[in-house]
């Protein structure tokens, strides 16, 4: 397949990870069933991760991967897990993308990596108190579109 | 916020991609915030203290 990032692209993320922090580790989930954007959106989230050292990427399926999937609680396909890593060890901050991130969602994608690479929520201090002290489970699901 | 508690899980949904889902949440303009499977909605783009009052306003229910 045809490279999907342009030269220009590369370089412009290549500027902006060049602020990247620490190590990121990204767990892309497929499925061989009616998924029309899977193989484009790993693709992309391969290239992507070509762009930086600090970047990892591990592609699973959700069918053979089936309990992973439910451990990371990633129930749709293309699913994709952006988590922190020291060294072997990984740590899921609960950070997901759904869909193919491509148009204005793939400015999301980059300014995922960036947060997680931070470790940094840029949250307010007293956003960041209360939700420390939270003992009920939330979902936020933001329902976007490329366009 | 997902990043601040292991409690929060942040997904962003391409709406396209799995209509069923956004069909049932009603989702009609985008951004579109849906909180805990539907419990709060927040159409548009929502301030973080926005946010928080939602979240605030659930687990306090």
């Known amino acids: ?13 290549q500027e902006v990870f060049g602020g990247l922090k620490n190590p990121v580790h990204l767990m ?8 029309p954007y899977c193989d484009d959106t790993r693709q992309l989230v391969e290239e992507v991760v070509a762009t930086s050292d600090l970047l990892s990427v ?10 992973l999937a439910a451990k990371y609680h990633v129930d749709k396909a293309p699913g994709l897990v952006i988590a922190a890593k020291e060294g072997e060890q990984i740590t899921d901050f609960g950070v997901r993308l759904s869909g193919i991130p491509s148009g204005h969602e793939f ?41 | ?28 303009g985008v951004p579109q915030t849906t909180i805990n499977d539907g419990k709060a909605h927040v159409v548009g783009a929502v301030p973080e203290q926005n946010l928080l009052a939602e979240i605030q306003r659930l687990v306090a229910k």
């Not at chain 1, 591990?58 to 309990?67: H, K, Q």
């Not at chain 2, 508690?5 to 962003?12: D, F, G, R």
């Open chain 1, 1 to 13: 397949m045809a490279q999907l990032l342009n030269d220009d692209i590369i370089k412009q993320i």
């Open chain 1, 28 to 35: 892309f989930f497929g499925s061989k069933h009616d998924c």
């Open chain 1, 58 to 67: 591990t592609v699973y399926d959700m069918e053979s991967d089936g309990d």
């Open chain 1, 107 to 147: 400015t999301s994608l980059i300014q995922d990596i960036i947060l997680v690479s931070n470790r940094d929520s840029g949250l307010n201090p007293q956003t960041r108190a209360f939700l420390k002290g939270l003992d009920k489970p939330i979902l936020l699901q933001v329902f976007v579109t490329p366009t």
């Open chain 2, 1 to 28: 916020m997902a990043m601040e508690s292991p409690m929060i899980q942040a997904e962003m949904v391409e709406a396209t991609e799995f209509p069923e889902l956004s069909m049932r949440h009603n989702v009609s």
